[in-house]
């Protein structure tokens, strides 16, 4: 449930659904964010789900902040919203010259890289949200054990595929991007697809992914 | 509108391409949620101007370009142009070279140039012809978003020989101008954000008291600033959350960037202000160096300044002659 809804500058309503971080917050969010992108309203910009939050982004010549927060209180969410959960299974491989924080993530966590790794491909991933750019999936929940800072400082130029690790939660680098995550490996899967307009992401929110560790052959056989 | 059918194909070869130049219109919308910004023109007031000038439609799309603009040599029947901002260009034909003024419609024959040297005071310029450039749509806009190769050119700016081709031109054009030097701001007006109690009281009265300067890395993503550090005391991170055109982010260094057109649409800064919507356009002309001074406002006085903007818009649409 909302919380409260304030707002961010002139022109967005910013919903907040409290500071927790668990998917039965975030699947409320994302419940929220179909709901209100079914009614389509006019003059509704963007509407940006995260963990906990949900952005909705206005065009300041149809609505103002008091009269788009009323109605937005109003929205009755269908209890019966039933949201796609896809499985998605994504290759990984975990060579040297890909895993390129392994050895700052063995010191960290004070564990070898081959028990970093079977603890990382042990489970499945809750997507929480995509963004920051197109296609990035925002995956959760990793061990306790697993989690670490960001880098200090962020690489520049992170890898497009580089699958990496901080706090809770996992990624995907869908482009070559700056970033600060801590890269463990890469994927050849491509998971944004500008070329399918109506279905561009690979992941979407709620889905669960599977990922599973491959050859350097392997991911050469894939990429081709 | 009178439109000619063209025996011959009518296009811009590209012979210098500029530094930063790009197709735009007002961008896409609603795709926030899988990570694409709007992106669109930064200056929405420019391009607005220079549609109306050239009598195409509202959302045509345009050439923006950002310090240096390109280089083109024209090919095929008479077409008009006109270029927005503050820039200096020269056009260049058989009878020799001829120093050009924005908001001013310019006839090109089949072999004349035009040579955009630079953006004075300001960063970005647009230009557009009494036609439409024939280019694809993605999303619903033709606006190209460099950083996920999203839109014509493969999502890739400008590039040297690239030919650009002009279609529906427009034959009943008649030549319009308009007397317009453009504006240039002092301060930048904001709305406190959603955690400006993350920094310390000396910090959040710094902010609105002292200068910051707008550095070179500055693009169509964001604006980074230079001045007195932010103080954080609560975190110098947040649950990554979505962001909006204006939000001013404070980084871990303690330096304010500004989300510009192109940014990531999920940040985890602490957001101190948010920049409002009718100081938008005027923020993105300000070049590396400038001083820029935050204003307090609040939203309902926001709200009327963007009226009180768009009002003016349409008073200079309804002064061109």
Redesign the interface.
């Known amino acids: 449930m909302i919380k409260n809804i304030?707002?961010?500058?002139?022109?967005?309503l910013?919903c907040d659904f409290g500071?927790e971080?668990n998917q039965e917050v975030n699947s409320s969010v994302i419940k929220y964010?179909y709901n209100i992108?079914e009614l389509n309203i006019e003059g509704?910009?963007?509407?940006?789900?995260?963990?906990?939050?949900?952005?909705i982004?206005y065009d300041?010549?149809f609505h103002?902040?008091v009269s788009l927060k009323k109605k937005i209180e109003k929205i009755e969410i269908k209890k019966n919203t039933i949201l796609e959960k896809n499985i998605i299974e994504i290759p990984v491989c975990c060579e040297n010259k890909f895993a390129l924080d392994i050895e700052r993530i063995e010191n960290k966590l004070k564990l070898k890289a081959e028990i970093i790794l079977e603890k990382f491909f042990s489970k499945n991933y809750f997507c929480y949200?995509?963004?920051?750019?197109?296609?990035?999936p925002?995956l959760g929940d990793l061990n306790q054990e697993m989690r670490l800072k960001r880098l200090e400082t962020p690489r520049v130029k992170v890898p497009k595929g580089s699958v990496g690790i901080t706090e809770q939660f996992c990624n995907i680098y869908?482009?070559e991007?700056p970033g600060g995550w801590n890269i463990l490996g890469n994927t050849p899967q491509n998971i944004?697809d500008?070329s399918n307009?109506s279905r561009?992401?690979l992941i979407?929110?709620g889905d669960t992914i599977k990922f599973y560790r491959i050859t350097l052959d392997e991911y050469n056989e894939i990429k081709k | 509108m009178n439109i000619m059918k063209s025996k011959n194909k009518n296009f811009f070869k590209v012979l210098r391409s500029g530094i930063n130049t790009t197709y735009q219109d007002l961008g896409r919308d609603n795709l926030y949620h899988i990570g694409i910004p709007f992106s669109g023109v930064m200056d929405k007031r420019n391009f607005q101007l220079l549609n109306s000038i050239l009598q195409n439609n509202y959302n045509s799309p345009v050439i923006e370009f950002a310090y240096q603009g390109p280089h083109l040599k024209y090919f095929g029947d008479e077409i008009f142009f006109c270029i927005s901002g503050n820039v200096s260009f020269k056009i260049i034909t058989k009878e020799g070279s001829i120093d050009g003024n924005c908001y001013q419609c310019y006839s090109l024959k089949n072999g004349d140039e035009i040579d955009i040297q630079s953006t004075n005071k300001s960063v970005y310029g647009y230009l557009s012809v009494n036609g439409t450039f024939d280019i694809d749509y993605y999303w619903g806009s033709c606006s190209i978003n460099t950083q996920a190769n999203i839109g014509p050119n493969n999502g890739k700016k400008f590039f040297n020989d690239l030919e650009i081709e002009i279609i529906n031109i427009n034959n009943s054009f008649n030549k319009r101008k308009l007397d317009y030097l453009g504006g240039t701001i002092q301060h930048i007006r904001v709305i406190k954000g959603t955690n400006f109690h993350y920094f310390s009281n000396s910090s959040k009265s710094k902010f609105f008291k002292e200068n910051f300067k707008v550095t070179k890395l500055s693009d169509r993503m964001g604006m980074r600033l230079d001045g007195p550090k932010i103080e954080n005391i609560i975190d110098p991170n947040i649950k990554s959350e979505g962001l909006v055109k204006g939000v001013i982010q404070i980084t871990s260094d303690g330096d304010p960037i500004i989300m510009l057109s192109d940014h990531g649409t999920i940040g985890g800064y602490p957001k101190i202000a948010t920049v409002i919507s009718a100081d938008y356009d005027r923020l993105v002309q300000l070049t590396p160096g400038s001083n820029i001074k935050f204003k307090d406002v609040s939203l309902e006085d926001a709200e009327t300044l963007y009226k009180l903007y768009n009002m003016e818009t349409d008073n200079l649409i309804s002064q061109i002659k």
């Open positions: 304030l707002n961010l500058g002139d022109a967005a910013y500071n971080v964010f992108k509704i910009t963007n509407l940006t789900p995260s963990y906990n939050k949900l952005i982004s300041l010549n103002s902040f949200m995509t963004g920051f750019v197109a296609g990035m925002f869908s482009f991007t944004f500008t307009q561009p992401n979407n929110p």
